[in-house]
Every structure is written in C-alpha cells, then in structure tokens.
C-alpha cells in the first residue's frame, strides 16, 4: 500500500491516506551513443499512439512512445547500421526499421512511423473452447513458469508526482533505483534502495493543505500482479468476486495476446478492480493489465484510502488507475513497466469549491541481470519512508548535470535516455 500525508498547514494536523495496491544525422553525444528518434501513429487515423514499444533486436536497449507518440531511442555508437529497431504496439503489425533509416532525423523532425491496424477474430478452436474464467486461471498457474523463479537484479528510473489542478505541481520527486525483485515462486518482498535521487516542492501560502507521498516505491511494485493477488483478490476468492469477458485478440510485434476483461460481480459489496488482461497465446503469460479500482461515486471509498482526515475537510476519490507491462527476454516475463494515478478532491467546510489532486507514480526498468542487487539492510526502503525525505540524502547534482531541474510534463522516455547515458558513465569511472 502507498499513502498520502496531508498536513493542515494552520493546525498541523496530520491525514494518511492508503492506496491500496495500492512509465540532421544521427546524433552521436560525447558519451558514445547515437540517438534515433521517430514518431508512431496510426496508419489509418493518423492519432498519435501511445505506449507504443521500440526495441533494438537482440538487446535489452528498448523504450516506449509517449502521449505524442513520440520517441527517442539512444544505442551504442558502434551499433552497425544494417541493426534493426522493432516498432510494436497491441493491436497493430509490427515494423522494423535499421539505423540506417533514421539517418537525416533527430528530434526536431523525427521519422515518421505509421502502424497498420490488425483486425482478428476469435478462432474458438484456437483457445480450444476455453471459457475466459479458465484462461485465467491458467494464466496465474503458470506464473512460476513464465517469471524469474530466482532473484532479478534491476536498476530503475522512478518518479512520484502530486498536482493541484491541472498545472500546479505541489511535489515531485524522482531517483534512480536499486531493486532486489524477488523469485516469483517465493513469498519474500522485494528489496529496493536509492542510487541517485531529487526532489523538489512547490507550496505557498495559499495552499492550506501540505502534502507528502508515503510508500509510493513499494505500492507500485506491488501492483506486479504476477506475484502479488490478482486484482486485490486470492486465487481461491477470483471466481465469486470477478466476472470475465473473452475480448477480441489483439497483437504486438509477433505476439498474440489474449485479452480478457473483468468486472467485479453486482453482488459483490467490497469494492474491487475492473480491467482487461493480456495473455500472450503462446506462454500464457500475463503481459499487461489495465485497471480501475471502482471507487467512482461510492462514498464508502474514503476510508479506503484516507484513514485520518483534517477537521473540516471532506475528501472525495474520484479515480484510481494502475498499468503494469511485462517484457519477454531469454524465454523468461520481467516486469518492465508500471503507472499509478489517483484523483481526488478536497472540500472545506461551508465552501462551494472543491480542490482536485491527482497522485501519479511511474517506474521504468532501464536494465536488469542475473545477479541480484546488493543493496545493504539499512538502506532498504521502507513503506513509512517518504521519498521526499529520503532523496535528500542521495542528491548529486554532478549525476543530473543539465538536467537539473524536474521536469514533471516530460514523458519517461525522454528522462530515461539521459539516465542511462549517466549510469553507464558512472558506472565506468
């Protein structure tokens, strides 16, 4: 779980709030690396698609589109030319393209890139009659199979934001991470610590509300449903909590996924999670999930989330989102991706006007080994921690170099690109 701590700014009075389960020519920089860039979109609507993956064949070098379908993609500069770049996204045919095309386009004009949609149709003979229900499970019983049944080293780029309205971002914080993932078949947590880190907050005196974000590194590895209980629920509870949904197949890259939406039953008080799950049709793996908790309208979603409140405040959740992506590398399922985003709204006593908040987190994992991270037992990171504190004491200005100030509106990718330029750096002094 992750938490939100709010402090009257007149009273310092303390509020907790619990998410439950609550990211010209090639350019050739001083560091050796080459830089391509280009821009996705749909072949037949010309909207940008989002989330889209690109992949350098036979390495671990990869990266997604932003909102704008836009991306940059930063590779060895003794990369040949002839190396290929896949370009995929659910739903549409896969493209690859070599260094070499993206000659003469860098960021300014990106190349144009545009994915033709697939339409399938459910062959019932493909998924040999099963009811959705059942792919599922099959799905969850495969996990040990599918996943790393030994300890995963992986470092990471993480970020944590808390906005006020549509432009005021009250806190943002950001840092490289050290993460210990635990086996797949085990009940041990993973283990994560701070390499690098920043942060920076943005109050006044306007602002009666002080907020600080609590736990949000180990709620978002929570949300790794293929170790922690699929949608809040255990295996033993799915079948009389969720309904599923067989949806039409979609592909990405090479893959055909199975997706498969799920509601919690209308009889069903406790509130729960809706989605959509993407089953790759040749491991069974689960390869992405989407979903809501389904907290719209129901006042009783309060005290899920806000456990201690200041006086003369009425909270409202409005929203709650969470997107965690899997990659398929050596015939094994990593955790690759994933996005937390709460909205909610504040009221005071007696006023018309509400106050609306949305929390985001966001981890991409920029690369990842056999050999699991050492990160020492007191530097492991805690769910009372709040990375606001925290950061303060792995600040290194000399890592960020021009990048020295947050950037809370630039995608991850592009944030990406410049940490592992500074990782490898490090790394080889």
């Not at 808390?162 to 086996?183: F, Q, R, S």
């Not at 009389?240 to 039953?265: A, C, L, T, W």
Request: glycine share 6%; charged share 25%; with cysteine.
């Amino acid at each position: 779980m992750n938490g939100l701590i709010f402090v009257n700014m007149k009273r310092t009075v303390f509020l907790l709030i619990a998410l439950l389960l609550i990211i010209p020519a090639l350019a050739q920089d001083p560091a050796g690396f080459l830089q391509i860039s280009g821009e996705v979109r749909d072949g037949a609507t010309g909207k940008p698609l989002h989330y889209a993956s690109i992949n350098l064949a036979g390495t671990n070098v990869s990266n997604v589109t932003n909102s704008e379908g836009f991306f940059t993609l930063k590779v060895d500069a003794r990369t040949l030319p002839s190396a290929l770049v896949t370009i995929s996204h659910l739903g549409y045919a896969a493209v690859t393209y070599k260094i070499a095309d993206f000659q003469g386009y860098g960021s300014d004009n990106p190349l144009k890139i545009r994915l033709i949609p697939i339409s399938m149709t459910l062959d019932p003979a493909l998924i040999r009659a099963r009811d959705p229900e059942e792919l599922v499970m099959a799905a969850i019983y495969r996990i040990k199979q599918n996943y790393p049944d030994e300890r995963v080293g992986m470092t990471a780029f993480y970020r944590e934001m808390v906005k006020k309205g549509n432009t005021k971002y009250l806190c943002m914080n950001e840092a490289i991470l050290d993460i210990d993932k635990a086996p797949y078949g085990s009940y041990r947590n993973d283990r994560i610590g701070i390499y690098k880190g920043r942060g920076s907050q943005n109050y006044d005196a306007t602002d009666t509300l002080f907020i600080k974000y609590q736990g949000g590194v180990i709620s978002i590895l929570q949300i790794d449903q293929a170790k922690s209980p699929f949608a809040m629920a255990y295996v033993s509870e799915i079948h009389s909590i969720y309904y599923f949904k067989n949806e039409p197949v979609e592909m990405m890259g090479d893959r055909m996924y199975y997706v498969v939406s799920f509601q919690q039953k209308p009889e069903v008080e406790t509130i729960y999670m809706r989605g959509r799950l993407f089953i790759d049709s040749e491991t069974l793996a689960i390869g992405r999930v989407e979903m809501w908790m389904n907290v719209e309208g129901r006042e009783d979603a309060v005290p899920l989330f806000v456990l201690r409140r200041p006086q003369g405040t009425r909270f409202e959740v409005e929203s709650a989102a969470y997107i965690v992506n899997y990659k398929l590398f050596d015939d094994k399922w990593y955790y690759d991706y994933a996005r937390t985003e709460v909205k909610f709204a504040t009221r005071r006593k007696r006023s018309l006007f509400k106050n609306h908040f949305t929390v985001t987190s966001e981890i991409a994992i920029t690369d990842h080994k056999k050999e699991p991270s050492a990160i020492d037992d007191n530097a492991i990171l805690r769910f009372k921690d709040l990375m606001t504190e925290k950061v303060t004491a792995f600040t290194d200005d000399n890592f960020w170099e021009n990048y020295n100030v947050i950037e809370p509106d630039t995608d991850i990718e592009a944030i990406i690109r410049r940490i592992v330029r500074q990782l490898k750096r490090h790394n080889m002094e």
